[in-house]
């Protein structure tokens, strides 16, 4: 549980101590460059996982091929998470770089389509085509932002955000690295995990939009 709570408690340090809540003289420069570097997630989580080798493998007497082996087993899920997400990173990249997004935009609002059900329908098509949520959020977002005028309020944002949010999480399916991970960690198959992830996830995201528009009847 230490080796757990290492991590966090250095990524919440670094993030208090360096926010708003703490005046500069308050902690010595020195200390907050410190921080800001061990309290990076990717530095917390490396040194969690030198901590671990050390701690549960090499100090328990176990070899460095098994440890490797271990490591090694570990990255093969990981491996397909990453991959999915650094192409989605590149599918919205090519939309943003080439003005595909803007010209979407464009044709939508001049046929007189809610830019509520525009942004989720662009949210829903990346995240059936790609798989990753957060990818689609990104990309509906900067698709959608094109068509927003001056005079929107806070309200319409923010049934915008939750319009794109329920796009975003529709139809978790085999692109997507959530459905694997619901899919092993609670030992089905992917028959099953149709039938329970990815109806919920659908249901979800009906539900979510549903509210918004009627949300957006009302306020």
């Known amino acids: 549980m230490a080796?757990?709570?290492i991590p966090i408690a250095l990524i919440v340090s670094n993030t208090v101590l360096n926010s708003p809540l703490f005046a500069e003289d308050t902690i010595p420069v020195n200390i907050k460059n410190w921080l800001q570097m061990i309290g990076h997630p990717f530095s917390a989580l490396i040194i969690a996982n030198l901590i671990a080798?050390?701690?549960l493998g090499i100090k328990r007497g176990y070899h460095?091929?098994?440890l490797s082996k271990i490591t090694t087993k570990s990255m093969e899920a990981a491996g397909i998470i990453i991959l999915l997400t650094g192409a989605g990173g590149v599918f919205k990249q090519v939309l943003i770089n080439t003005g595909t997004g803007v010209m979407l935009a464009n044709y939508f609002a001049d046929k007189g389509i809610s830019i509520?059900?525009?942004?989720f329908l662009a949210a829903v098509v990346v995240r059936?085509?790609?798989g990753s949520s957060t990818v689609a959020m990104i990309t509906a977002a900067g698709i959608t932002a094109p068509l927003l005028a001056d005079t929107i309020t806070e309200i319409d944002k923010a049934l915008l955000v939750i319009?794109?949010?329920a796009g975003a999480s529709i139809m978790s399916h085999v692109n997507d690295s959530g459905f694997w991970l619901v899919s092993k960690y609670l030992n089905?198959?992917?028959k099953q995990t149709f039938k329970s992830w990815s109806v919920m996830t659908i249901l979800l995201s009906l539900v979510g939009f549903t509210?918004?528009?009627?949300l957006s009847l009302i306020v």
Do not use: N
Not at 211 to 214: F, H
């Open 3 to 5: 080796i757990i709570g």
């Open 116 to 119: 509520l059900f525009f942004a």
């Open 128 to 130: 059936v085509l790609q």
């Open 188 to 190: 089905i198959d992917e």
């Open 64 to 66: 460095k091929e098994t």
């Open 53 to 55: 080798w050390y701690l």
């Open 163 to 165: 319009a794109i949010a």
């Open 211 to 214: 509210s918004v528009m009627i």
